[in-house]
Each structure stands twice: as C-alpha cells, then as structure tokens.
C-alpha cells in the first residue's frame, strides 16, 4: 500500500501527526483507524506522538478536526493540538486566511496564525469545583476542577521546589481514574503560583498515561483556577515542562463562569514525512 503523508508538529512540547483527511483515506470512527493511531504513536517503533489529527472537510468550518490521544481514544479538545491544527490548515492551503475557524467535538473553535504564533479562542469552561477533598496514591489531595473542554483536576502546590519534587505520574495516574472523576476520567495538573501573572505546571495526561512536556487545556485550567482562587489575573503566563510559555486570556463573567478564553503559543513544524505501512 502507499506511504501515508504526515506533518509532524509540536505545539510547547505536545507533539501530533497531521494527517489531510479531505479525501476520506481514513475512516476515522472505526476501531482500524484507532489502532493505527496506537501504532503509529509509538516512540522509537514508529513516528512516535500524543496525538493523531486528521483535517476533514466541513461544509461551514475551514475544516473539521478529529483528535485522538496516544491511546486511540478520541478527545473533545486538545488546546496545543489546535493550535498545531490551524497553522497546519493555512500552512498547507486548507484554510486561505490566517483567521480560521474548524469544528471540534468541543464545539467550534477560532484561531489566528501569525508566523510560527498562533492565539486560540476556545470554548467556555464548565462544571468549576473547587476544594475537593480526595484520597490519593495514599494522602489526602485538595484539587479544583474544571472542564476546559476536556475535564482537568487542578492540585496548587507551595513552590517550585515541592512542584519539582512531586511524583507527577504516580499522583497523576491516582487522580485521573479518581471515582470522583468516572466515568470519563480525567488530567491532572500540578501548579505552583510565580507571581500575579506567572505559574508553573506539570501535567499527567489522560489518553497519554504519562507526564506530557506541555498541555494546552490544562494551562488553561491552572490559570482559571488560580484566578478564582485571586492568585493572578488576566493574562497568565504559563511556564510548561517543556520550558516553553503559553499565554492564557479571559474574561471572568461570574464565579466559575469565564468567556472569551484564548490560548496563545508557538506551533512548529518539525518535518512532513511518508509513514511506510511496515511501520505500522
């Protein structure tokens, strides 16, 4: 069979294939085309990524999206993966203008690509919790939580020192498949406060099973949180594992409640490749 053409993008250390499905070579609600996702995402035994994006055809949108985590499970949003996603779009002649809008399962989203920069408007965050009480990996854990169009448990630690020293996985994975949280599960952020306009976080991601270097939806929901709880205001910077900033925007409109919430960063190229079939 014919090698599949690819991008390979990374958007603040979240790496994704993307993959121009408008001819319809991937059926992509069947069970074949999640477990290409899980083989093609392997490291060192295929291209390797987070993620797989297929761009489709809308008849109201510059495109569709669908996005599946390293697992071959379908997310609603991914915020780095959109970001990847629309740069793609204009990069390649999907989208004409720099200003674009696709659709999500989240709902649809707008973005505007400046070069290699590229600022997301997503959709509006639901079911804020705050001061949950939770037995964890053994110890009791206060986390916030917010669905940012993907469900994210927020833990504030006392520093960069603690937040360094944390056991991100083993707390991560004790959190994500928390009863509290069933029966999609969910993210878990780990987040020291810098300053009224700065933090730190580090994410287990749910579908990757794993600390992940960046994670766009979870820089958004630390940067919510904080501001419910009066650490910072609008904008946040938000430092990530990889070492890259995302900017985080809103506007608060009532408790828990936050419009016009945009996420801005790089999302770069790395190389467009062909995946042989043998690979797979």
Same mark, same amino acid.
């Given at each position: 069979m014919e090698p599949i053409a690819f991008h390979k993008m990374t958007g603040s250390g979240n790496d994704f294939i993307v993959i121009d499905n408008r001819s319809g070579s991937f059926t992509t609600d069947d069970e074949d085309c999640r477990d290409f996702v899980r083989k093609v995402c392997r490291r060192k035994l295929s291209a390797g990524a987070d993620g797989v994006i297929f761009i489709e055809d809308d008849p109201e949108c510059d495109f569709r999206w669908r996005f599946y985590n390293a697992d071959g499970s379908e997310a609603e949003m991914c915020g780095n993966g959109a970001r990847c996603a629309a740069r793609f779009a204009f990069l390649t002649g999907v989208a004409e203008s720099p200003e674009l809008r696709f659709r999500t399962l989240a709902g649809?989203?707008?973005?505007?690509?400046?070069?290699?920069?590229?600022?997301?408007?997503?959709?509006?965050p639901l079911d804020y919790r705050s001061g949950l009480e939770l037995q964890a990996a053994g110890r009791t854990i206060s986390v916030d939580f917010i669905n940012t169009g993907v469900p994210h448990a927020v833990c504030f630690v006392a520093g960069t020192d603690e937040l360094e020293r944390m056991d991100v996985v083993e707390l991560g994975r004790a959190l994500r498949r928390h009863q509290q949280f069933q029966p999609?599960?969910?993210?878990? &952020?780990?987040?020291?406060?810098?300053?009224?306009?700065?933090?730190?976080?580090?994410?287990?991601?749910?579908?990757?099973?794993?600390?992940?270097?960046?994670?766009?939806?979870?820089?958004?929901?630390?940067?919510?949180?904080?501001?419910?709880?009066?650490?910072?205001?609008?904008?946040?910077?938000?430092?990530?594992?990889?070492?890259?900033?995302?900017?985080?925007?809103?506007?608060?409109?009532?408790?828990?409640?936050?419009? &016009?919430?945009?996420?801005?960063?790089?999302?770069?190229v790395v190389y467009e490749g062909r995946l042989w079939r043998e690979t797979l």
């Open positions: 649809i989203i707008q973005a505007r690509v400046e070069g290699t920069r590229v600022k997301v408007q997503m959709t509006d999609a599960g969910t993210n878990a &952020n780990f987040v020291a406060v810098l300053g009224r306009d700065r933090i730190r976080i580090r994410t287990y991601e749910r579908g990757v099973e794993d600390e992940t270097l960046a994670c766009g939806t979870g820089s958004i929901a630390a940067a919510l949180t904080a501001h419910e709880r009066t650490l910072v205001g609008s904008p946040v910077h938000v430092l990530t594992q990889g070492g890259e900033t995302l900017t985080i925007h809103f506007d608060r409109i009532g408790p828990g409640q936050y419009r &016009n919430v945009f996420i801005e960063g790089e999302a770069r």
